[in-house]
């Protein structure tokens, strides 16, 4: 084994982006996000409202499962998981009902008291789960699941992430079914013990979401997470960010954005910056969430306006709540940083709906960022569309580049300012609180 590199972070400015191509094992996409909680049927069934994703596979006691009630919501290539523990007096007898072999009852409720409603596991498609785990644990993962293998069709395992979060790899024993199109069953494109979800009982919702982008965790120390993540995944530095890059005068944090081979599995990495005026969101999270954790999922939209217009139709009838937009001065001068990319009616839409704009030497980002979902203020969605970067492959094939137009550097301050605000009128009650008390 290899010596490796120490992490050492040196800011924007001085970051030089390469590709070294280093994964230990071909990793294809992004496959799934399992979030843990304690009403599988109530939180499934607010996401699919809120972001258009319709419910279409369960696995619950209608199936045959009397572990965990588990349903899948779909957006295109975005699916997203929801899970909850039945009581254990159910299965003394009958674990093997589970269809996701990782699941533990005891696991799941220490998670959900601990941290809340969050995400349990970031699934990566790879070519090998047996092979992924194995390689990954030689250098230095800590397994969490050994690889299991689903009716045949499938294999799934876990290694250690971050915090309580682990990384799921899912193979096929035939790749060739794996998309969603290909076959009306979920137990060959999702994972075997899964049955479609009744049509008649779900929305005929789209709002336009089509992927996963990035998935962002937060954890005390960025240095040790993000040499463990390398070592054992072989994935490069596609972007790093400091305090000076994108804090305010009062909060920061750093930052790097960790990214397979083809640059479409991002995985962002934030740590707290100490010393300054207020609390870091990213220790307010920490302390919030009683560790390191997930703390967003950036999910791409193909049309951010017409994905917009619908979630806000929705913010206070089911929906999510989204986070303060910056002041008009903000969009009087959105025509001089991006005139020549978005047309004057959608500088108006940006406005209207909230939406933060950026870009870099390659291509634009429009952002959104809602409110934290649940009960604490820890995990929240971003909604992006990126523009520009399009390339061909050598089948001739148009895609766009991963990462196309950064990660909204020069929108952090106002993100910033906005989340300050917010936390400020919750610290507002808490001494109201206590001084009547």
């Not at 395992?157 to 794996?178: A, C, I, K, Q, T």
Request: aromatic share 10%.
């Amino acid at each position: 084994m290899g010596v490796v590199e120490e992490f050492k972070l040196v800011g924007f400015k001085n970051f030089v982006r390469s590709n070294p191509r280093s994964d230990r094992f071909p990793v294809r996409r992004f496959h799934h996000v399992e979030f843990w909680c304690t009403d599988a049927t109530n939180t499934a069934r607010r996401f699919s409202w809120g972001l258009g994703m319709p419910i279409v596979a369960k696995s619950d006691l209608s199936t045959g499962n009397q572990v965990h009630a588990s349903y899948l919501l779909r957006s295109r290539d975005l699916l997203f998981l929801f899970s909850a523990p039945y009581s254990p007096s159910l299965y003394s007898s009958s674990s093997s009902s589970a269809s996701i072999p990782t699941f533990s009852h005891s696991a799941a409720s220490s998670f959900a008291s601990k941290h809340g409603l969050g995400v349990r596991a970031v699934a990566v498609e790879v070519s090998d789960a047996d092979l992924a785990f194995r390689t990954s644990v030689a250098h230095g993962a800590v397994p969490v699941a050994v690889p299991v293998v689903l009716d045949g069709r499938a294999v799934v395992s876990e290694v250690h992430l971050y915090g309580d979060v682990v990384l799921r790899y899912v193979s096929y024993m035939n790749p060739d079914s794996s998309s969603p199109s290909s076959s009306s069953d979920p137990g060959d494109w999702f994972l075997p013990g899964f049955e479609a979800f009744d049509e008649l009982a779900s929305f005929p919702l789209d709002y336009g979401i089509a992927r996963l982008d990035h998935a962002v965790g937060n954890v005390p120390e960025l240095a040790p997470t993000v040499s463990y993540l390398k070592k054992f995944t072989g994935f490069h530095e596609f972007a790093e960010f400091t305090a000076e890059d994108v804090g305010t005068a009062d909060s920061g944090l750093n930052s790097v954005v960790l990214a397979n081979n083809d640059e479409m599995v991002l995985l962002p990495v934030n740590e707290p910056v100490h010393g300054t005026k207020r609390k870091s969101q990213i220790q307010t999270y920490l302390e919030h969430n009683e560790g390191a954790g997930l703390q967003h999922l950036a999910l791409v939209s193909e049309d951010i306006f017409k994905t917009l217009r619908e979630m806000r139709k929705r913010t206070s009838v089911g929906g999510f709540e989204f986070m303060p937009s910056p002041p008009p001065t903000y969009y009087a001068k959105l025509k001089g940083r991006a005139g020549d990319v978005l047309t004057d009616e959608q500088i108006k839409e940006c406005e209207e709906l909230g939406i933060l704009v950026d870009r870099d030497d390659q291509g634009t980002l429009l952002q959104i960022f809602t409110k934290p979902v649940g009960d604490r203020p820890t995990i929240f969605i971003e909604i992006i569309q990126r523009v520009g970067c399009m390339l061909k492959d050598d089948q001739g094939k148009t895609y766009q580049k991963g990462g196309c137009g950064g990660f909204g550097k020069g929108n952090f301050s106002e993100l910033f300012k906005s989340i300050e605000e917010y936390e400020k009128t919750l610290e507002a009650k808490v001494v109201a609180g206590a001084s009547t008390a």
